[in-house]
C-alpha cells in the first residue's frame, strides 16, 4: 500500500516523456501497468512464501497432534489392560502384545531381575523370526540402560560408544534400543529391541516403548506389593505358617473336595521352662524349627497352622487319624535329629489327632484335637494320641506302628492320599512333593 502510490511519481515523469495531449491517458495507464507487474509479481512471491510457511508449520502441529493423540490412546488402552491383569503373568502377556503392535517388524524383549535382583530373566519376547534378541546382559548392574536409568540407543553395534553386550552377536551388527524399566523407584529390567544397523525408530515407537515400560513396572510393581501384604496378612511374621483367620479360609475350600479330614493340635512341651532357662529368643528358635520340621514333614495339600504361642494346628484332607498319627510319629523322631543339626536346647512335641465328621465346622474339630492333646499331655507328654468320633483314645495297638528304620524306595501309608518315601535316617516324606 505504501509502494503502490510512490509508483505514481516516475509513472508521470514517464508519460510526460513518452505522450502528449490525448495519449497522455493511456500511455500513463500502460506505464502504470509495466511498473505494477514485477511489484504483484514480487508481493505473490512473498505471500506464497509465507502460505508455504504456515501450511507446513500447520501440518507439523497436525501430526504432533496426532502423535501425541495416538500416544494418549496406547497409553489409555494399556493401562486398561493392565489394570485388568490379576497376575504377573496376564501383565507379561500384555506385554508381548504391545511388542507385537509397537514393533510389529523387530524382535524385542523384556528383561526382569529375580527377587534377588542379581539375575535378569527373560519374561517376554516378540519378534518376527521368533527369535528374540537374546541381550547378553545377565544383571540390571551390568546393563547400561538399568545403571543409568536412561534410555540407550545404539545406531552401530561396532562403534566405539557401543554396550559391549552388543557385539559378537550371530547375525553381525545391529543397532540397539534399550529402555529401562522401574518397580517402586528401583530400576530392575529392560526393554531391549534391535535391528539392522543405523535403522534408527521413529520418536512415537521410542516414547510407546517407553510408555510400556512406565506403566508395566507400576503394576508388576504394585502386584507385588500386593502379593507381600497379602503373604504377611495371610502368615504368622514368626514361622511362616498360616494365621487363624487364613487357616480357616483355606480349611474350608480343602474340605469341598474331601468326604476326609483329619486335624492335629500340636504343643511344644514345656515351653515356658525353655523360655525361662534359655531366653526368648532361643524359643523363637524352637518354634521356628518345629515349624520347618512340621512343613517338611506333611504333603503339599496339608495345611499349617501356628494357633497361638506354642501351639500349632495341622489338617490333612483325604488322611485318615491313624495315619495322621503314623506321620506325626514320624515327625517325633526327625525333630530330634534337627535340634541336634540346629544345636538349640533339647525339647519334645505333643499331639492330639481326630478325624472329622462332615457336618462338624473346623471350631468342633479344633477342639476334639485340643482334647487327644490334653490327654497326651496328661499321659507324659512327647506322644500322639488320637481321639474317635466318641472322645475316646484309641488304643496304641490299633495305630499303625512308624515306619522302620531303615526304609528304601517308597510305601503308601494306609489311609493317606499319595506315597509315602524315607531315607536310612528315618526322614519321611508324604505325597508328590520334595519333604526333607
Not at 505504501?2 to 493511456?26: F, H, N
Not at 562403534?159 to 529401562?180: H, N
Not at 488320637?386 to 528304601?408: K, N, W, Y
Request: proline share 6%; glycine share 8%; aromatic share 4%.
Amino acid at each position: 500500500m505504501g509502494v503502490i502510490p510512490a509508483l505514481c511519481v516516475p509513472v508521470l515523469l514517464l508519460t510526460v516523456v513518452t505522450a502528449a495531449g490525448a495519449a497522455r491517458y493511456p500511455v500513463a495507464a500502460g506505464w502504470m501497468f509495466v511498473v505494477l507487474l514485477p511489484v504483484c509479481y514480487v508481493c505473490y512471491l512473498i505471500n506464497n512464501g509465507q502460505q508455504t510457511r504456515s501450511d507446513s508449520l500447520v501440518s507439523s502441529l497436525t501430526r504432533q497432534q496426532e502423535v501425541q493423540v495416538h500416544r494418549q490412546e496406547f497409553g489409555r488402552r494399556l493401562a486398561n489392560a493392565l489394570d485388568m491383569a490379576e497376575g504377573e503373568a496376564e501383565v507379561i502377556d500384555v506385554v508381548e502384545r504391545s511388542f507385537s503392535s509397537t514393533l510389529p517388524g523387530s524382535p524385542v524383549e523384556l528383561l526382569l531381575a529375580d527377587n534377588s535382583h542379581a539375575h535378569l530373566l527373560r519374561m517376554a519376547t516378540a519378534s518376527p523370526t521368533g527369535i528374540p534378541p537374546r541381550c547378553g546382559v545377565d544383571s540390571p548392574d551390568r546393563c547400561p540402560a538399568a545403571r543409568r536409568a536412561q534410555v540407550q540407543q545404539f545406531d552401530d553395534s561396532e562403534d566405539l560408544d557401543a554396550c559391549p553386550k552388543l557385539r559378537g552377536r550371530p547375525e553381525g551388527a545391529i543397532s540397539a534400543l534399550c529402555v529401562p524399566v522401574s518397580i517402586m523407584g528401583r530400576t530392575v529390567g529392560v526393554i531391549h529391541a534391535t535391528g539392522q544397523p543405523h535403522a534408527s525408530l521413529a520418536d512415537d515407537k521410542v516414547a510407546d516403548l517407553g510408555t510400556l515400560a512406565s506403566l508395566a513396572g507400576a503394576r508388576i510393581g504394585l502386584l507385588r506389593v500386593m502379593a507381600e501384604t497379602q503373604l504377611q496378612a495371610a502368615t504368622d511374621s514368626l514361622t511362616g505358617l498360616l494365621n487363624r483367620r487364613s487357616f480357616e479360609q483355606k480349611v474350608s475350600a480343602a474340605r469341598a473336595g474331601t468326604a476326609v479330614l483329619s486335624v492335629a493340635m500340636a504343643d511344644l512341651d514345656h515351653f515356658k521352662a525353655l523360655n525361662d532357662t534359655y531366653g526368648h529368643e532361643t524359643g523363637d528358635r524352637a518354634l521356628r524349627l518345629f515349624a520347618q520340621v512340621l512343613t517338611a514333614s506333611v504333603r503339599a495339600q496339608d495345611l499349617v497352622c501356628r494357633h497361638g504361642g506354642e501351639e500349632f494346628v495341622v489338617a490333612l484332607p483325604g488322611c485318615a487319624a491313624t495315619s495322621a498319627a503314623q506321620i506325626l510319629d514320624a515327625l517325633r523322631a526327625r525333630l530330634d535329629a534337627a535340634i541336634t543339626v540346629a544345636g538349640t536346647p533339647a525339647f519334645t512335641v505333643s499331639f492330639g489327632v481326630i478325624e472329622g465328621a462332615e457336618t462338624e465346622d473346623l471350631p468342633t474339630l479344633i477342639a476334639r484335637a485340643d482334647a487327644a492333646l490334653f490327654q497326651a499331655k496328661r499321659e507324659g507328654r512327647n506322644r500322639v494320641v488320637v481321639h474317635d468320633p466318641a472322645g475316646e483314645a484309641i488304643p496304641q495297638t490299633a495305630v499303625p506302628s512308624m515306619l522302620p528304620a531303615r526304609v528304601f524306595g517308597q510305601e503308601r501309608v494306609p489311609g493317606v492320599e499319595g506315597p509315602i518315601a524315607g531315607d536310612a535316617q528315618g526322614s519321611v516324606s508324604v505325597g508328590g512333593g520334595d519333604k526333607a
